[in-house]
């Protein structure tokens, strides 16, 4: 149903509870929340920390550790959740929800309902994902002939949500494809996205999907294995100029050939993806950026064949690339 991403650097909340009860808490808008007496995993292969502390401020974690043992701001709000556990979730940030009838094994527009939607993001939760990015979705947008496509704003509502027991959720709304060439699965979803082929209607495409607020802004730019047309550069170029003019907007992008890799790009190691920019970089930089300990080797995937990287190397990014990276005694991270 979708492609799960871990971001373990991000502590969300899991084991059902935090979701409702980070809800109430935020209806009653407080600055500062302790959370104390849980047993806290903080993903970073330490220890679980028993009746623990941790200190939630404008919804972010700024302190953890032992009940008693963390400076606790005055004013704060504090919320006995002894008996639960917390730990990281993971991040989806790139899936299709909604169009699928799970139970029928179908897809389609017609399924595309709020309840539909967060009955996904429910299964999400289930099994671990605390939050999630919605891509190609059914949204309202310009029909680009001057009318609209009334296809409503779901998922723009669903977003400004907490649902208990369900992962968040988050849009980059219709995305912007070829004409029919955008997200496949279903004869129905080939015209979610903004289809341009054009330039100025890649510019006029973007000045309308910018004011959905979208997390991100989908471009599909794969052939399908020589089977779709798909955008050609002088279109991406255009979507991604007119994006950054006064849009602030961060591209996000299928592709599976090396002429459409774009400028930042996103680079799988193992089983994470990480942004960064094309161009040459050395290896221990790419570590860096990617979080893998210095100590691990990095080889390159080329076709079938696994080529190590001397660490002491460089590689020219294009996007393209598959990393795969172990500690040195030859065994998995």
Known sequence: MSRIKRLSSALLFSAGFIL?????????????TVFEGARLITGDGSAPIENSAFVVTNDRITQIGRRGEVTVPPGAKRVDISGKTVMPTMVDLHGHF???????GTMSKETFTRENLIDHMQRLAFHGVGAAVGVGDLVDRSDMHGGRTGWGDVPLKLREEVVPGAALFRTSGAGMAWPESGAQGDPSRVDVSYPVSTPAEARAAVDDYVKTKPTFIKIWVDDRRGTKKTLTPDLYRAIADEAHKGHSHDNDGHHDNHEHCETRVKVPFNNKVVFVHTGELSVETLKRLAGIPLTDDLDQLVGSKIVPLPDNGKVHITGCEIFLHHPKDGGSS
């Open 98 to 104: 909604g169009f699928q009838n799970i139970p029928a």
């Open 20 to 32: 409702a009860m980070a809800g109430a808490a935020a209806a009653q808008a407080p600055t500062v």
